[in-house]
């Protein structure tokens, strides 16, 4: 037995069972005998586990509760724990034009790096993937255009590491490369552009270097600092090279995330399954995320019910720079949503409330909010 229990409102049985080093059968046993019928899954309150615990001739202590504003604190101030740090997968995210080749190139990638016991084995495609190259992981997020990426944005969740402007040296620059930059620029995260469909015969990527230069991406050889590469994603022509340049630039990065705390990231798309209710890919960015976790995620909350890889498979945990796909959730989240784990599953639901309740109230202001304009319109 531990000398003080410390506890959270609204544990189970099975929770102080681990707590106590007993087993959940005699927590309920114990609790029945002080005349509370419950089973190892339901919540106790306050007063319960104290008794329980002067039953045992321990001294209980209440552990501070986990607020509801914790998610927003725990990216905007980095209050993650960062005395323990190890570094972490770069995730990438490949942005440009219109038709200069964004999913051939991640297809091309997705294909060409899975390892021989995954093969025949990609049954769904998520939002993200990690591939190998060499002995490093690279996380490539597989975000339908420009629009999730802004709206990711918009929510505050900057979850890009690094950016591949993708431009067809058949085309050039156009509007879309130009407004991927700026997204990057905002984003701060360094553009490493690849020169796409060289192999095409009109190809011309001395210009879309020159073009570039116009927008601050000076190429190393006209004495900058921006890297281009030179590749065909229909053929794979120079594609482990922009692989390699991917993995240069991350070093510099130094990215490192503290896997042993409770898992936190960001969500990348979400929807709703027929069968398996919500569904949602999650980019976890700091900590572990568990199989079981209680979790609050944007407004909603759930337990992570399964957790599958890019390749439908199961797994039990994921560590930072890892996308997941889970169910368990109650709503459906939206794509820039944060996620956190909570300790338990009554403060995950609890927060969850408060934040899908301050979010309606958030929504009413902005909807209905009688102004003396339209005050005056109605009367
Ligand atoms: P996205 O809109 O940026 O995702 O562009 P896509 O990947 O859909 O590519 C648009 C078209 O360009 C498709 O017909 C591709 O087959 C073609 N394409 C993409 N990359 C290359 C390349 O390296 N060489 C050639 N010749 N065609 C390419
Ligand atoms: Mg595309």
Do not use: C, W
């Amino acid at each position: 037995l531990p000398k003080v229990l410390v506890y959270q409102d609204g544990m189970n049985a099975q929770d102080l069972g681990k707590l106590l080093h007993r087993e959940p059968a005699e927590i309920v046993k114990k609790l029945f005998m002080l005349g509370m019928m419950v089973n190892q899954n339901q919540s106790l309150d306050k007063d319960a586990i104290e008794l329980l615990a002067t039953d045992y001739g321990i001294e209980a202590k209440e552990k501070e509760n986990v607020n509801v504003s914790d998610i927003d604190k725990f990216f905007n101030e980095e209050e993650h724990n960062t005395d323990y740090q190890e570094s972490r997968p770069p995730v990438v995210t490949i942005m440009g034009h219109v038709d200069h080749g964004k999913t051939t190139l991640l297809d091309y990638l997705r294909h060409s790096h899975i390892t021989a016991g995954e093969a025949g084995g990609i049954t769904q495609a998520i939002g993200a993937y990690q591939l190998k190259h060499g002995d490093q992981t690279i996380t490539f997020l597989d975000t339908p255009g420009h629009a999730a990426f802004t709206a990711m944005r918009a929510r505050g969740a900057d979850i890009t590491d690094v950016t591949v402007l993708v431009v067809a040296a058949d085309d050039g620059v156009m509007p879309q490369t130009v407004e991927a930059i700026d997204h990057a620029k905002a984003a701060g995260t360094p553009i490493i552009v690849a020169v796409n469909k060289i192999d095409k015969p009109n190809a011309n990527p001395q210009h879309v270097k020159e073009h570039l230069m116009n927008y601050g991406l000076v190429p190393e050889d006209f004495g900058g600092d921006t890297i281009f590469v030179d590749i065909s994603a229909k053929n794979g022509t120079n594609v482990d090279e922009l692989l390699n340049m991917i993995l240069l630039q991350s070093e510099v990065l130094e990215l490192k995330a503290n896997p042993k705390q409770n898992g936190a990231g960001s969500v990348v798309e979400a929807r709703l399954d027929k069968g398996k209710g919500p569904v949602a890919t999650l980019l976890v960015q700091q900590g572990t995320l568990h199989v079981g976790d209680p979790i609050v995620v944007g407004d909603t909350f759930g337990r992570v019910r399964t957790m599958t890889n890019e390749n439908g498979k199961d797994i039990k945990d994921a560590k930072p720079s890892t996308p997941v796909e889970i169910t368990g959730l109650n709503d459906v989240p939206e794509a820039g949503d944060r996620f956190i784990v909570f300790n338990n599953e009554k403060t995950a639901r609890a927060a969850g409330e408060e934040r899908a309740k301050e979010s309606q109230i958030e929504e009413r202001k902005q909807n209905n909010r009688v102004t003396l304009d339209n005050l005056f319109d109605s009367m």
